[in-house]
């Protein structure tokens, strides 16, 4: 894995949990939304007001909505810095040559085993298609409440573990042993254009359509 188990390591246990949390995220809000939809409507008479005074209505300060999720992509941003220089710092401590170690001074070629490779490979094919269901359910609700930050995080961490891959060695051993993850990075970082071309192009439409 050039030398990069512990990133992997931590980058698996963060997607698990990120997982986690939007399937909760999924489902809460989804049982929130039936329960609201059976509760009996509210009944009104004639004397409620048909149409609710926008003057009274809270706006929203675009600057302060701006300052808000620059600040949330800030702490994101410096959240995957802090768990790099850690996996970095592990990694550097496992890679201390040990001079009792029979294998001190020895090659540390990488070893093509199926079992990695197959585990590589079908990892390479689920990432490939997470993005499938996202760009076809863009084209359907116009990229409506889809997060770009997301995706724009992603492409940045496929893109610097694609490099750092190719930065360890870019012997033949080492991208064929490596094949599966840079495929699965390559694909996944293309697929992540399209969902960012979809949104801008989308937000471009309908800014057009209302101006």
């Known amino acids: 894995m050039a030398g990069l188990l512990p990133t992997v390591t931590l ?14 995220q999924i489902f809460y809000y989804r049982r929130r939304a039936q329960y609201h939809q059976s509760k009996p409507q509210t009944a009104h008479d004639e004397r409620d007001p048909l149409l609710v005074d926008s003057s009274t209505a809270p706006k929203a300060n675009s600057q302060s909505i701006f300052f808000g999720r620059a600040a949330l992509y800030f702490y994101a941003a410096l959240f995957v810095s802090l768990t790099g220089v850690v996996a970095f ?79 360890a060695s870019t012997s033949n051993q080492h991208l064929i042993a490596n094949a599966s993850w840079l495929t699965g990075s390559a694909v996944t970082m293309f697929s992540d254009l399209i969902v960012l071309h979809q949104f801008f192009l989308y937000r471009s439409m309908a800014q057009q359509a209302s101006g």
């Open 11 to 24: 980058l698996a246990a963060y997607y698990i949990l990120s997982d986690i949390i939007l399937f909760f």
């Open 89 to 167: 710092v592990v990694n550097r401590a496992e890679e201390t040559p040990n001079p009792t170690d029979p294998t001190h001074g020895g090659s540390n070629e990488d070893i093509i085993e199926w079992k990695s490779q197959l585990f590589g490979w079908s990892s390479a094919l689920l990432y490939c298609g997470s993005r499938i269901p996202q760009i076809i359910k863009n084209a359907k609700t116009k990229c409506v409440g889809l997060s770009p930050g997301m995706f724009i995080f992603a492409l940045c961490g496929n893109l610097t573990y694609f490099l750092s891959i190719l930065v």
